[in-house]
Nanobody, 125 residues
């Protein structure tokens, strides 16, 4: 069973930065795309960003464009999320996700087969 492990969450003031990391427990599964979702208390899980490895295409939610950057290594099944100019509304549990082969929209959580346990990001005002 593939496991994704996130790290790097924490508490930061508005305007600050955090870098999240996600690493897979094994590298043998397909590497079509990986991404990040987040879920705030009382809200549904929402798409943040995804990267399609073969063409290095990236897809961002409008709410994070220009502030967040995804990067990583498809061979190592490692992905990073650099978050700058953080806002209190970015507060959420952030989840790493992997899509071994194409199975739907990058923006839909149902398209992803593997998930991390989540890491808390809290932005104070």
């Amino acid at each position: 069973q593939v496991q994704l492990v996130e790290s790097g969450g924490g508490l930061v003031q508005a305007g600050g930065s955090l870098r999240l990391s996600c690493a897979a427990s094994e590298r043998s599964f397909g590497s079509y795309a990986m991404g990040w979702f987040r879920q705030a208390p009382g809200k549904e899980r929402e798409f943040v960003v995804a990267i399609r490895w073969t063409v290095r295409s990236t897809y961002y939610a409008d709410s994070v464009k220009g502030r967040f950057t995804i990067s990583g290594d498809s061979a190592k099944k490692t992905v990073y999320l650099q978050m700058n100019s953080l806002k209190p509304e970015d507060t959420a549990v952030y989840y790493c996700a992997a899509m071994p082969r194409y199975s739907g929209s990058y923006y839909s959580y149902s398209s992803y087969n593997y998930w991390g346990q989540g890491t808390q990001v809290t932005v104070s005002s």
